[in-house]
């Protein structure tokens, strides 16, 4: 059985489509199966990959719709070991769609009935905001990992995300925050230093030890449409990645 992870901060910027798309090929690197959903309508894990939303035949956009169909359909091969189903501009009006239909918070979860056999890990990439997509990709995750940027207002947005999850608890009782990840690291500076010491101080062993710097490789990576295990494979961010792969499966399997 797969383990689903959905990344969620429901803030912006904290680098949470980098980490679902430089997690999932470093977990794919270890010779993991991997499948990516971008559930967001911005569409940035999708365009990470080098992939026009525009001309793709299927996405998520019809996995909603279509639930029992499964997900096998909409998947594209993006890399080495990794799958991805992609998100295109038809699911910024799929919200209104779903609007009267039944169960439409379950709708993802029903979507992967047949695809935990397939893969390792499932890695969901909702919006920073709560609606209809982030409640779909929190009711099909076991676990919540949270990219957390060191700066002065990154524990503000943690009391609504904890206050989410527990809603989304009443329709899937196992979910819970499997790690917090500290993103955005200037360590040059000692406010990212005072930040990350607050945040272990509050969470205790739910942060990772590994955290990710800011790295200009990383920010360059979606602009070229790769990923940054092929971009720039010597570079901090890759590096830092690949730590957190490590230390993800050393979680999940002890």
């Known amino acids: 059985m797969s383990r689903v992870i959905a990344l969620a901060m429901q803030k912006g910027g904290v680098g949470k489509t980098t980490t679902a798309l430089s997690l999932g090929t470093a977990l794919a690197a270890r010779g993991r199966r991997v499948l990516l959903i971008d559930i967001d309508p911005q569409a940035n894990l999708t365009q990470g990959f080098g992939v026009d939303p525009s001309q793709l035949e299927y996405s998520v956009y019809e996995v909603l719709l279509n639930p029992e169909r499964g997900s096998a359909f909409a998947t594209i091969r993006v890399d080495e070991g ?4 992609p998100s295109s501009l038809l699911l910024a009006g799929a919200e209104l769609e779903l609007a009267g239909r039944v169960g439409r918070e379950l709708l993802l979860r029903k979507a992967l009935r047949t695809a935990h056999e397939t893969y390792d890990y499932i890695l969901i990439d909702p919006p920073p905001s709560l609606g ?5 990709a929190l009711a099909a995750a076991h676990r ?6 060191l700066h002065a207002y990154a524990l503000k947005a943690m009391p609504q995300l904890e206050q989410t999850i527990d809603l989304v608890r009443e ?3 196992d979910l819970a925050i499997g790690g917090i990840l500290c993103t955005l690291a200037d360590r040059r500076t000692g ?9 272990r101080e509050r969470y205790g062993s739910l942060v990772f030890h590994t955290v990710i710097p800011m790295n200009i490789k990383l920010a360059e990576a979606p602009t070229a449409g790769m990923p940054i295990h092929r971009y720039a494979p010597g570079s901090a961010g890759a590096q830092a990645y690949r730590a957190l792969a490590d230390e993800l499966e050393s979680r999940l399997i002890h």
């Open 82 to 85: 990794v799958d991805l189903i």
């Open 132 to 136: 209809l997509f982030s409640l779909n």
């Open 144 to 149: 919540v990992l949270v990219p957390l940027q």
């Open 171 to 173: 329709i899937n009782p």
């Open 191 to 199: 406010l990212s230093h005072e930040i990350e010491r607050q945040v």
